[in-house]
Each structure stands twice: as structure tokens, then as C-alpha cells.
């Protein structure tokens, strides 16, 4: 139907481009080969070995807290039914919306020819009182900060932390800067498979371990801090919100920036803020 009202326009004189547009669209929904759509299972991606969604399509149970997932419906007293399973559900169900504020290491001294001697620059030291003070001013209830274990997270939190008394550090190797995943489009400093394939299966476990909808016994809403790197936080971001994590190298972050992602109790994703830096004066902003 929509092939022959695309006919009939063309024919009634639309202009060259405008047809053209218009036959371009018809053809790219149109299923190869004249015959069925393409049902094939989406591909899973390299690595991971995770078959995504395809477009428009949310995965509720990305997190694999769905509650739902979590009951084994085999077992389910047949006299009792409905009432026994609703509370089932409610015993695995989120109450609490968790806050997720990523915030990116300040600038550091990129020659140090070990990883020790990369330490923040002076301008660094500068960007990370800002952010603390930025953070600060939200007058939020911050229930913990955990970093990366590297050289340019642990100064930038030593630093923030200062602005936020009374909160809990813990630091980790999972979020340690790497290779999350191999981008596209590819780049030319091009490393082997077997880089991506350890930095991104570490990241990965980040993502998993870090991020995902409240326990069941969150009462309360929380705000939780992780300072660590870009390529980290741009992964995180892009599986986050279920868009093609080879993508995440098109995303771009200042130094010191703070992103802001929120976790609904039904597992919904928002992203609040991409690498906020507009509470920093135009000449602090670096992105090395």
C-alpha cells in the first residue's frame, strides 16, 4: 500500500529530490530479496557474547533484577495462585531510586612514564575543587564514593572529598582506565583483539557489579559517587541506556565533568547530565 501511494505521488510531479527521498525511504523498509523480513536473531556483541534488542525495544531485565527473573513459577502453590505470587514479586521489588554521578579524574601529567608518576597538574588540582565544590552545592545526602585504584583517580577523589566530609571511600580495580570495547566507527591507534578482550570483560564486570536498579531492602533513595575515566564512564553510559556500546568513543568528556545517571525501581534508565563542566570557567576546561 504504502509502495503504491508512493507511485501515484511521484507520478502527480513531485520534484526530483523530493521523489527521490521519498522512493529511498520505501526501499529501505521494504525486506531484501522480495521475500519474508528478515527474522534473524540479532548478533551477539563480540565479546561479551550478550544478544542485544533490537531497536525500540527495552530490555526490562537488563539488570537481571526484574522480579519476575527472580521467581521460579514451577513452584508456585497451585491453590493459593495470584495472591502468593504478588507477594513474591513485591519481596524482589525495588522501592528506591538510586543516583548515579560519574565523574571523570581531573587533568593529569600524561607523560609520566609510570602509571605513579602520572599525577594531577596543578590545573588538575584546581578542576578538582571545583567539582567538589559543585557537588557540594547540590545539598545532597551522598552515601558513598568509590574510585578507581590509578594514580589520577585516587587525587581527584582525595581532593572532592574534602568538600564532602563524613562520606565513605572504597576503591577499586575494576574501574581502572582500558579498552572497554573495540569502537565503531574503528580508530586508526588500532589495539589487538586480546586488549579489548581483558580491559572490556574488567569494564563489563563494572558496569554489572555497579550498575543497576536498588536491593529490594534500598528503602531510601541514594546518591552514590564513582570517580574514575572516560573510556569507563562512556561504556557505562552507552550500556546503561542500551545503546550500542561500540559506540561509546563517540561520546566526549571534559576533565573533572560530571555525568548524572538515574535508576528507576522498575529498572528505567535516565540520563540527567553528559559531562557537565559549566561550573567551571572557561579556562579551566581540558579534556586530556
Not at 510531479?13 to 523480513?37: E, H, Q, T, Y
Not at 513485591?90 to 601529567?109: C, E, G, N, V
Request: aromatic letters at 6%; charged letters at 25%.
Amino acid at each position: 500500500m504504502a509502495f503504491r501511494q508512493a507511485l501515484q505521488l511521484a507520478a502527480c510531479g513531485l520534484a526530483g529530490g523530493s521523489a527521490a527521498v521519498l522512493f529511498s525511504a520505501v526501499a529501505v523498509g521494504k525486506p531484501r530479496g522480495g521475500g519474508d523480513a528478515d527474522t534473524r536473531a540479532p548478533e551477539p556483541s563480540t565479546w561479551t557474547g550478550v544478544s542485544r534488542p533490537g531497536p525500540s525495544v527495552w530490555d526490562s531485565n537488563w539488570d537481571r533484577r526484574e522480579p519476575l527473573s527472580l521467581i521460579n513459577l514451577k513452584k508456585r502453590n497451585v491453590e493459593s495462585g495470584e495472591e502468593e505470587l504478588a507477594s513474591r514479586l513485591d519481596h524482589y521489588k525495588a522501592k528506591a531510586t538510586r543516583h548515579i554521578f560519574l565523574i571523570r579524574h581531573s587533568q593529569y601529567h600524561v607523560d609520566g612514564s609510570l602509571e605513579k608518576d602520572r599525577t594531577l597538574t596543578p590545573l588538575g588540582r584546581e578542576q578538582a575543587e571545583l567539582t567538589g565544590l559543585r557537588l557540594a552545592s547540590l545539598g545532597l545526602k551522598f552515601n558513598k564514593i568509590v574510585h578507581s585504584s590509578m594514580t589520577r583517580a585516587v587525587e581527584t577523589t582525595d581532593i572532592i572529598s574534602k568538600h564532602l566530609p563524613g562520606v565513605s571511600r572504597v576503591s577499586t580495580d575494576l574501574l581502572r582506565e582500558g579498552a572497554p570495547i573495540e569502537p565503531d566507527p574503528p580508530v586508526s591507534h588500532w589495539k589487538p583483539e586480546a586488549v579489548y578482550y581483558e580491559d572490556g570483560a574488567r569494564i563489563e564486570a563494572a558496569f554489572r557489579n555497579y550498575i543497576h536498579r536498588a536491593d529490594a531492602k534500598q528503602e531510601e533513595d541514594s546518591y552514590e559517587i564513582f570517580i574514575c575515566h572516560a573510556n569507563v564512564i562512556r561504556y557505562i553510559v552507552c550500556r546503561a541506556l542500551q545503546f550500542p556500546p561500540e559506540g561509546w568513543l563517540r561520546l566526549s568528556l571534559n576533565n573533572g565533568s560530571i555525568t548524572h545517571l538515574v535508576i528507576r525501581p522498575n529498572g528505567r534508565v535516565a540520563l540527567r547530565t553528559l559531562g557537565d563542566t559549566g561550573f567551571m570557567p572557561p579556562d579551566k576546561i581540558t579534556r586530556s
